[in-house]
């Protein structure tokens, strides 16, 4: 243990002052003697002269740095902040003698929040996955279990259970599409694409690709793209997937009868492409989460379409890669509009 007369106590602080994780000395009383500069950030309220007690006042935190204090030993509490927004910290708790009756104690931080949140958002995926794929697993199962029992002999059931088996049996193939095409993305985030992509010819392509299911749903695809080529540093498969998930939502949840405009613009050093639908909108509440994975707004109405809640999550995964970034706006009644900027191609260092 360091032992802390009058002429060391200044090294000692000069010390945790140069720390670049958030630390704070304590004296005896628990009052602040010195700071390392990424402690304010993590507790703003903390200063040289505060006692610690008053700024974070957890019951567990403070009888710890007693028991520290008393010469109690080493010790590390984790504390977890709810204002203003949730913060859980690992805190170890280490004295110094100060060679009075309590010592004098040094506190490191280290912020858990963003792991939390990580652990978090894992387990609800495997839980939501899960689930997506046992409902219709569930209703397979069921089937075949009917079809090797009572309806053994039913000609007509039999037909009719076929054709709801291949279309659960789709279902989950789409899904499971989507969460490879999902981890696939992911696995390349942080290596951007670089090859130039025509964005007007990927929409043409689309455009082309999905006549038929705009027509069965009476919609009309308007495009504007410009005359000459406008090109990206992309992923062809990627990008082409990107539009394709935004003009099927497009076809799926807008108007029937109505109208899709697909537009893609040229900007000094940006293109874009809009994908404007004149349906029912869509509240501002659900705005923020619709690139959550598995967030829908009418789960029943997603379901019905084939939707598997994952699309909107690549759309934004594959922009982010492209170092783009995605807008979506909507007024209940007014339709929606989504629109993916990406940087441009030509002009690059
Ligand atoms: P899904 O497979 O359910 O279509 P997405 O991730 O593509 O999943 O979309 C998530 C949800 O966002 C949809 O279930 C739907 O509620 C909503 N949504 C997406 N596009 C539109 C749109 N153009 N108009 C209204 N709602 C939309």
Redesign the pocket.
Known sequence: MVNLSASNAALVRDMVEALGAPAVLLDGQGVAQALSPAMPVLIPGLAVGKLLALVLRDPDLNDAIEHVALGGGRKTVELVERVPVERTFRIHIAALNDSGLRHATLLTFQDLSEQRVIERMRVDFVANASHELRTPLASLLGFVETLQGPARNDERARERFLGIMREQGLRMARLVDDLLSLSRIEQRAHVAPDTPVDLAGIAREIVDSLTLMARERDVTLALKTPREALQVPGDRDELLRLME?LVE??I???KPGGEVAITVEAGESEASVSVR?D????APEHLPR?TERF????TA??RE?G???????IVKHIVLRHRGRLTIE?KPGEG?T?KAILPRFEGRA
């Open positions: 998930n939502n497009a799926k949840y807008g639908d349906g029912p909108g869509i619709l967030y829908r707004v009418d109405a997603s379409a939707g598997t809640g994952l699309g909107l999550a909507s929606a989504f």
